[in-house]
Protein backbone atom coordinates (compact mmCIF):
# COMPACT_ATOMS: atom_id res chain seq x y z
CA UNK A 1 0.00 0.00 0.00
CA UNK A 2 1.32 3.37 -0.79
CA UNK A 3 0.54 6.40 2.03
CA UNK A 4 0.48 9.88 1.46
CA UNK A 5 0.00 12.61 4.43
CA UNK A 6 -1.42 15.61 4.53
CA UNK A 7 -2.68 18.52 7.46
CA UNK A 8 0.61 19.63 8.53
CA UNK A 9 0.96 23.07 9.58
CA UNK A 10 1.91 25.97 12.13
CA UNK A 11 -0.59 25.82 15.53
CA UNK A 12 -0.81 27.84 18.80
CA UNK A 13 -0.12 25.60 22.20
CA UNK A 14 -3.49 24.73 23.25
CA UNK A 15 -4.47 24.73 19.74
CA UNK A 16 -5.97 21.37 17.42
CA UNK A 17 -4.81 19.83 14.13
CA UNK A 18 -6.06 16.85 12.33
CA UNK A 19 -3.56 14.86 10.05
CA UNK A 20 -4.86 13.01 7.37
CA UNK A 21 -3.10 9.57 5.64
CA UNK A 22 -4.81 8.70 2.17
CA UNK A 23 -4.05 4.73 1.18
CA UNK A 24 -4.01 3.36 -2.11
CA UNK A 25 -4.84 -0.49 -2.89
CA UNK A 26 -8.30 -1.86 -2.06
CA UNK A 27 -6.84 -4.24 0.51
CA UNK A 28 -6.50 -1.01 2.70
CA UNK A 29 -8.99 -2.19 5.53
CA UNK A 30 -7.00 -5.57 6.47
CA UNK A 31 -3.88 -3.27 7.36
CA UNK A 32 -3.16 -2.10 10.85
CA UNK A 33 -2.59 1.94 10.85
CA UNK A 34 -0.42 3.86 12.38
CA UNK A 35 1.12 7.41 13.26
CA UNK A 36 5.06 8.01 14.27
CA UNK A 37 6.63 11.28 15.16
CA UNK A 38 10.08 12.65 14.91
CA UNK A 39 11.37 15.37 16.51
CA UNK A 40 14.54 17.51 15.85
CA UNK A 41 17.41 15.54 16.32
CA UNK A 42 15.95 12.37 17.72
CA UNK A 43 14.76 9.06 16.85
CA UNK A 44 11.41 8.41 14.70
CA UNK A 45 8.70 7.18 18.25
CA UNK A 46 5.34 5.83 18.16
CA UNK A 47 2.18 7.85 18.44
CA UNK A 48 -1.19 5.97 18.03
CA UNK A 49 -2.14 2.73 16.19
CA UNK A 50 -5.67 1.55 15.09
CA UNK A 51 -5.77 -2.25 14.42
CA UNK A 52 -8.08 -3.55 11.08
CA UNK A 53 -11.32 -5.71 12.51
CA UNK A 54 -12.15 -4.34 15.72
CA UNK A 55 -10.64 -1.00 15.00
CA UNK A 56 -8.88 -1.32 18.62
CA UNK A 57 -6.84 1.96 19.57
CA UNK A 58 -3.41 2.20 21.03
CA UNK A 59 -1.15 5.43 22.18
CA UNK A 60 1.89 5.89 23.30
CA UNK A 61 1.84 8.15 27.35
CA UNK A 62 3.15 11.86 25.60
CA UNK A 63 -0.46 12.09 23.48
CA UNK A 64 -2.39 9.29 25.50
CA UNK A 65 -5.76 11.93 26.26
CA UNK A 66 -5.26 14.32 23.54
CA UNK A 67 -4.84 12.50 20.50
CA UNK A 68 -7.33 10.55 18.88
CA UNK A 69 -6.78 7.97 15.70
CA UNK A 70 -9.50 6.55 12.94
CA UNK A 71 -9.99 4.83 10.04
CA UNK A 72 -12.53 5.19 6.89
CA UNK A 73 -11.98 2.39 4.82
CA UNK A 74 -14.01 3.52 1.95
CA UNK A 75 -12.36 6.39 1.98
CA UNK A 76 -9.02 4.32 2.93
CA UNK A 77 -8.15 7.40 5.08
CA UNK A 78 -6.68 6.81 9.01
CA UNK A 79 -6.75 10.49 10.45
CA UNK A 80 -5.27 11.93 13.69
CA UNK A 81 -7.25 13.97 15.28
CA UNK A 82 -4.20 16.05 18.14
CA UNK A 83 -5.95 18.44 20.45
CA UNK A 84 -4.36 20.59 22.85
CA UNK A 85 -1.02 20.72 21.44
CA UNK A 86 2.05 21.84 22.92
CA UNK A 87 5.72 23.10 21.68
CA UNK A 88 6.91 19.45 23.02
CA UNK A 89 4.55 18.00 19.92
CA UNK A 90 6.24 19.70 17.33
CA UNK A 91 7.70 17.02 15.10
CA UNK A 92 7.16 15.34 11.57
CA UNK A 93 4.38 13.29 11.04
CA UNK A 94 4.67 10.11 9.64
CA UNK A 95 1.91 7.45 8.76
CA UNK A 96 2.03 3.49 8.31
CA UNK A 97 0.50 1.08 7.73
CA UNK A 98 1.43 -3.32 7.96
CA UNK A 99 -0.69 -6.27 7.03
CA UNK A 100 1.15 -8.64 10.00
CA UNK A 101 -1.26 -9.01 12.56
CA UNK A 102 0.37 -8.19 16.04
CA UNK A 103 -0.67 -8.84 19.75
CA UNK A 104 -1.76 -6.07 21.84
CA UNK A 105 1.37 -5.97 23.63
CA UNK A 106 3.32 -4.84 20.65
CA UNK A 107 0.81 -2.62 19.03
CA UNK A 108 1.01 -1.01 22.58
CA UNK A 109 4.77 0.05 22.31
CA UNK A 110 5.86 -0.88 18.44
CA UNK A 111 8.67 0.06 17.01
CA UNK A 112 9.06 1.98 13.14
CA UNK A 113 10.72 -1.41 12.23
CA UNK A 114 7.42 -2.94 12.54
CA UNK A 115 5.44 -1.05 9.86
CA UNK A 116 6.55 -2.23 6.53
CA UNK A 117 4.61 1.07 4.83
CA UNK A 118 5.17 5.04 5.13
CA UNK A 119 4.38 7.96 3.66
CA UNK A 120 6.03 10.44 3.44
CA UNK A 121 5.64 12.47 6.65
CA UNK A 122 3.92 16.14 7.46
CA UNK A 123 5.21 18.58 9.54
CA UNK A 124 3.36 19.71 12.63
CA UNK A 125 4.98 23.02 14.40
CA UNK A 126 3.58 23.72 17.61
CA UNK A 127 4.55 27.89 18.76
CA UNK A 128 4.69 29.02 22.16
Known amino acids: VQLQASGGGLVQAGGSRRLSCIGS????????LAWFRQAPGKDREFAAA????????YYSDPVKGRFTISRDNAKNTVYLQMNSLQPEDTAVYYC??????????????????????WGQGTLVTVSS
Open 25 to 32: GRSFNIYT
Open 96 to 117: AAERLKYSAYVLARPIYTDFGS
Open 50 to 57: IRYGTGAT
